[in-house]
């Protein structure tokens, strides 16, 4: 089987190094002649907008999927006439953009917090009687990593965080802010037949707006059911095939849900090591038809991402049962290029193992 993937960055490393194994052939296609899956691979250099570099890749295997977010919904449903896409790329479009994400999850029942468009500044007074103060303004496309994001606590910030985005494409959203306990996340895969596996939810916490750790499993079993049944509910109203990962805040005991993310994700990084079968390969065995694979827990697992540069490596190898991965990054501030992972047999060893993790995996924010 020959597998495309639209973007060559670490999660189509990791897909790659899942699918080898099992006779799997990839395809990248990327602007970046040094994309990290470019190893694992053909590499089609060229900007996701080329439409002709983006035919002749899809021409040249039996499946495209994407691990990257911003590409063209209508490009991509033409690419679909020519080769089976998956997911689909309506669940793709309704993620690119947080309003039309928000409304999704409105209309499928599952809770978000208050949220409103804003096209103008004289909308501010409005917008904040909807969302109340604090509030989050955000741009609705292309923010990533807490990028495009202001905080606002009072009025005076809301008229200076709107002139810091408003010319941001695709327009901005204003949300409340949610005084969270914690946030979670779900990965969940759905195969062409309609069958789901859930991974156990990981309890993920951010540090500038970047996922710094997850911690896996999350215990609260009605949490977790309710979490399963509404990733369930995307994927149903999607008819969607293959990894989609749902991140939530816990919020007085309930989840409000944040967004979604149409293809593997970081936060299920412990997975390759702690799951008898790993998010990436899951997703891949959803795309050609194989069955899925168990979900299950083999240990209890910790993720640390290395943000700006990487660990030294004898000091994360020196440690029993803690995994390197080094997504071959050129180290900047702000960004992931790399993981550890920690697998114990319970959350109390872990625990006791973090502080040293926090110590020497590298955080590096950016300006
Ligand atoms: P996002 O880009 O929406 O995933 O936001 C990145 C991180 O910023 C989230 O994981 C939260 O930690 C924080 N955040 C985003 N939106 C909100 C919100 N409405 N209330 C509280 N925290 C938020």
């Known amino acids: 089987m020959r597998v495309g993937i639209i973007g060559g ?3 189509g490393r990791m897909l790659a190094w899942a699918g080898l194994p099992l006779g799997m052939d990839f395809s990248f296609i990327d602007p970046s002649p040094g994309a990290p899956a470019g190893e694992l691979g053909r590499l089609t250099v060229a900007p996701f907008e080329d439409r002709t570099a983006m ?3 899809a021409q040249n295997v039996d499946v495209v999927t994407y691990e990257f977010e911003n590409v063209s919904a209508p490009l991509l449903r033409e690419v679909g006439a020519a080769r089976p896409v ?3 790329p309506e669940a793709l479009e309704a993620s690119q953009d947080r309003l ?4 999704l999850f409105h209309a499928l029942g599952i809770p ?3 949220y409103v468009a804003l096209d103008r500044e004289e909308e501010l007074p409005g917008a904040l009687e909807k969302t109340g103060l604090p509030a989050i303004l955000k741009t609705r496309r292309l923010g990533y990593d807490g990028r495009g ?3 606002i606590y009072e009025y005076s910030d809301a008229v200076t965080a709107f002139r810091t985005l408003a010319s941001a494409p695709g327009g901005l959203i204003i949300e409340g802010r949610v005084v969270f306990e914690r946030e979670i996340s779900i990965v969940a895969c759905r195969d062409r037949a309609g069958s789901v ?8 916490v951010h540090q500038d707006g970047i996922l710094r750790s997850s911690y896996t499993p999350f215990r609260d079993a009605s949490l977790v059911h309710h979490a399963e049944d509404y990733a369930r509910r995307i994927l149903e109203h999607f008819d969607y095939i293959g990894v989609l990962a749902v991140e939530f805040f816990v919020e007085n005991g309930a989840l409000i849900a944040n967004e979604m993310a149409p293809r593997v994700h970081n936060s299920g990084h412990w997975s390759i090591e702690a799951c008898i079968t790993s998010q990436f390969e899951n997703h891949l065995r959803a795309l050609i038809g194989l ?4 979900t299950e827990l083999r240990r209890e697992a910790l993720m640390v991402n290395a943000v700006g540069h990487l660990p030294e490596a004898p000091a994360i190898l020196a440690l029993p049962d803690v995994h390197l991965h080094d997504y071959h990054k050129a180290p900047r501030p702000g960004r992931k290029v790399g993981h550890v992972t920690a697998l114990a047999e319970t959350r109390e060893a872990l625990e006791k193992l973090a502080p040293r993790l926090f110590e020497i995996v590298p955080f590096e924010r950016h300006g």
């Open 100 to 103: 039309s994400e928000k409304t």
């Open 197 to 204: 596996v859930f991974y156990p939810p990981g309890e993920n």
């Open 112 to 114: 978000t917090t208050r």
């Open 149 to 151: 994001q202001v905080p």
């Open 55 to 57: 035919f002749d890749f």
């Open 9 to 11: 960055g670490q999660l």
């Open 86 to 88: 998956m997911p689909s």
């Open 291 to 294: 069955p899925l694979g168990s």
